[in-house]
């Protein structure tokens, strides 16, 4: 109990510092630093990745990735609100991923995803989601992720 009592914790901790980072303003902070790096702890690779996410616009992002045990690719559509906090923006996506051989399998195709991402106006990001896939030679079907991330002004 005292574990998960810790990852919230933590997650609330980095929503909440992303939050009072966040200046006001009408612009979505997505719109504002469309492209970001980050590092994932699990997800689509299962131990830890690195990745590139791009915004088309406030609404659809793009994302791609290379781990320890395999690569990603993400579409992810956002429902950022400008009333309430543009910078939270809870999110669905679609991908596909590659997975080497781990203890648990290997193997590669499609997964769900949905989370939620904050990206401060000073462009630090963080994440939270879940992934589900059941291409892989287990029984495992259920991912978690952590991210963090920098987005840059274009």
């Given amino acids: 109990m005292k574990k998960w009592s ?3 914790s933590l997650i609330f901790t980095c929503h909440t510092l992303a939050v009072a980072s966040h200046k006001g303003g009408n612009a979505y902070p997505a719109e504002a630093r469309p492209f970001g790096v980050g590092v994932n702890i699990g997800g689509p690779t299962l131990l830890t990745s690195f990745c590139g996410q791009y915004f088309l616009n406030r609404n659809i992002s793009t994302e791609a990735g290379f781990g320890l045990l395999g690569v990603y ?6 429902f950022a609100h400008k009333k309430t906090n543009p910078s939270l923006s809870p999110f669905l996506g679609f991908g ?10 290997g193997g590669d195709g499609y997964y769900f995803t949905a989370g939620f991402q904050s ?3 000073g462009g630090y990001g963080f994440a939270v989601e879940a992934l589900y896939a059941d291409h892989l030679n287990s029984n495992l079907s259920l991912w978690f992720a952590l991210k963090w991330s920098y987005h840059f002004n274009l």
Avoid: D
């Fill in 6 to 8: 810790a990852v919230i």
């Fill in 73 to 78: 690719g993400c579409a992810k559509i956002h």
């Fill in 96 to 105: 596909y991923s590659f997975i080497g051989t781990p203890p648990e399998g």
């Fill in 119 to 121: 990206i401060s106006a």
